[in-house]
């Protein structure tokens, strides 16, 4: 597995990359609501990328239709699975919308009999990839848009030998590193603003958000979600 030499020095450090998050997306939900604030929360993520991601030697290898990663255990936070659900809504045939909670509440029944060891490795298709690719690309979760790698060979890997756990990622460092500091900031602006900041399991957030309209009423108004 190959780390990029030259992506550290092009992110900048940790906990200032998470202050500045918290405080734009403070100001946006005071200003504008959630749906608004998570909108340029993920722009501002997916700028800060690609800015990482133009540095890279050698460059990143992910690309459309390589989709070893959507096979591995997404965590979520309760503002991105009320995005995504209004995003199927929209854009999903009902046919295609009941489709994806049969997949969804099937793969968090999968998941929740196992240890979390063993879904590390459960090696079960995200309910979102069709013909190896995302068919929400525009509202996938922080933590999909976290993940880059540098070397396919890694990612292919864990895939195929799901139970080995060590095999080393080829993840870049510094788009995880910041990344995960976006997150963190845009996830402490949610709670500090009231809303339930507890990350949940796509599958199982998924099948409840799609099948309770209530959930997304409790999240606005302050309450867990996820009941
Ligand atoms: S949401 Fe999209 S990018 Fe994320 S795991 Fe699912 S298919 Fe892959």
């Known amino acids: 597995m190959t780390h990029s030499r030259d992506a550290r020095p092009a992110a900048a450090p940790f906990a200032e990359i998470t202050q500045r998050e918290d405080a734009l997306v403070r100001a946006d939900l005071k200003a504008h609501g959630w749906p608004r604030a998570l909108a340029a929360s993920q722009q501002r993520q997916d700028a800060m990328a690609g800015l990482i991601a133009s540095t890279l030697t050698p460059p990143l ?19 991105e699975v009320f995005q995504i659900v209004g995003h199927v809504r929209a854009k999903f045939s009902p046919a295609r919308q009941q489709a994806l909670y049969d997949t969804a509440s099937r793969n968090a029944a999968t998941l929740q009999a196992l240890t979390p060891t063993q879904q590390l490795s459960a090696n079960l298709p995200c309910p979102f990839l069709q013909d190896s690719q995302c068919s929400i690309h525009a509202v996938r979760p922080a ?65 409840v958000a799609l099948a309770d309209g209530r959930a997304k009423r409790r999240f606005e108004k302050g309450k867990k979600a996820f009941v």
């Open 61 to 79: 290898a992910c690309k459309a239709g390589c989709a070893w990663c959507c096979h591995f255990k997404v965590e979520v936070r309760p503002e």
């Open 143 to 207: 933590r999909c848009r976290t993940l880059h790698a540098t070397d396919v060979a890694g990612c292919q890997q864990a895939y195929e030998e799901p139970q080995n756990l060590a095999i080393p990622p080829s993840l870049v460092p510094a788009l995880v590193l910041t990344g995960e500091a976006h997150l963190q900031g845009a996830r402490q602006a949610f709670a500090e603003a009231g809303y339930d900041d507890g990350a949940q399991e796509l599958n199982a957030a998924l099948a």
